[in-house]
Each structure stands twice: as C-alpha cells, then as structure tokens.
T-cell receptor, first 110, second 114 residues
C-alpha cells in the first residue's frame, strides 16, 4: 500500500472552504485515491474517490494533479457538522486491507 | 444506501467471558471485515471474509475468531475476553472484485472489558 502523508489537524470557520492535501509520492499506476470521513464514535464513511484530474460529488471535490503524487480534498462552505477526522487512502482494487493513517482532524468553529 | 449494522453500540464484559459481536449488511456484499480502532494506532484489520464460510487472518487475529455462515452476517468472537481487547470494533463490507475497493462501515461497537 502506498504511504500517505497528511496534516495532523486543521482549523476553519463556518462557511469557509477547507482544503486538505495528501502526499503519496510512491503511488502506483493502478492505485485509486480514496477519502473517508469519521465522526467521533462512528465508523469511517466513504466521501470520494478518484484516479486523476478532478472528481466532484455532492459532498466534496477531489483534485489530483497529473503526476498523481498528491491530492487535495476540498470541502466547500463547511459547517460545524463537518468537524471530523478525514483520511486519505491509496491502493488498488484487490487490496483487501485499508491502511488508515492518523488522518487529519478538521475542527470547524462558529 | 449500503447499510452495515452492528448489534451493539456499547458493551461491557468481564475478563474471561466469551463475547460475540455481530454485524449484518444488506447489500449482498461478498467481502466483510472486522477492524479494531485504538487511539494512536489507527484501524487494524483483525479478520476478513471473502465469502460465506471463508475467512482470512488480518494483522492482529490473536485472541479472536470469526464466523460467516450467511452472506449478510459476519460475527467476531472473543474467545476469552481480556482487558487489552477493550477497543472500538468496526465491521465493514464491500463488493467482491470491486474496481474501486470502497468499504462501507458500521457505526462501531465500543467494548470495555473489566
């Protein structure tokens, strides 16, 4: 599994855009990039996944540059309920393991 | 939406007890997983199951066993609970051979062993 590096924590205010960058320098050709969100005392929840360029859904956007050595999760106009830990994972479809690192704790303040 | 249901949110057991944690998914997924999550250690894979009656050890299987008699249900068994098994336990499922390897998690069971 490719190793990922992301900031330990980020603070934001309601209504702002939050961008979390994840580094994955040794990403392999077949690897997808996946982000999960976890609230306290809950299981992780899939947010978004991409392979290259940009992916957008109703929750977030994922930006992946051409070299794919990093990716940025963008949360538009965050609210207090977006306070959570966000995990970046890199791997291929036949990886039965998911390697969750420490994640990024995002705290949204009023 | 995929739904993964864990039978208990909170559980308190005594050392030496046999503990059953149940997980049910409603999306006909072949693969199911059991993780534990501890502060500073992230999620660690205990066991997973490719399909009914099939199981594979994960990274930390010692002290645990599993049962998968039906496709929708995956049980984690602590044969003789110990205090170091106090943890948050998470069940997950996914479609087999999924190109995208997205796992869907339950809400978790917080187990305390006294």
């Amino acid at each position: 599994l490719a190793k990922t590096t992301q900031p330990i924590s980020m603070d934001s205010y309601e209504g702002q855009e939050v961008n979390i960058t994840c580094s994955h320098n040794n990403i392999a050709t077949n690897d997808y990039i996946t982000w999960y969100q976890q609230f306290p005392s809950q299981g992780p929840r899939f947010i978004i996944q991409g392979y290259k360029t940009k992916v957008t859904n109703e929750v977030a956007s994922l930006f992946i540059p051409a070299d794919r050595k990093s990716s940025t999760l963008s949360l538009p106009r965050v609210s207090l309920s977006d306070t959570a830990v966000y995990y970046c994972l890199v791997g291929v479809s036949n990886d039965y393991k998911l390697s969750f690192g420490a994640g990024t704790t995002v705290t949204v303040r009023a | 939406d995929v739904k993964v249901t864990q039978s208990s949110r909170y559980l308190v057991k005594r050392t030496g007890e046999k503990v059953f944690l149940e997980c049910v998914q409603d999306m006909d997924h072949e693969n199911m997983f059991w993780y534990r999550q501890d502060p500073g250690l992230g999620l660690r894979l205990i066991y997973f199951s490719y399909d009914v009656k099939m199981k594979e050890k994960g990274d930390i299987p010692e002290g645990y066993s599993v049962s998968r008699e039906k496709k929708e249900r995956f049980s984690l068994i602590l044969e003789s609970a110990s205090t170091n098994q106090t943890s948050m336990y998470l069940c997950a499922s996914r479609i087999r051979d999924s190109l995208k390897n997205i796992q869907y998690f339950g809400a978790g069971t917080r187990l305390s062993v006294l």
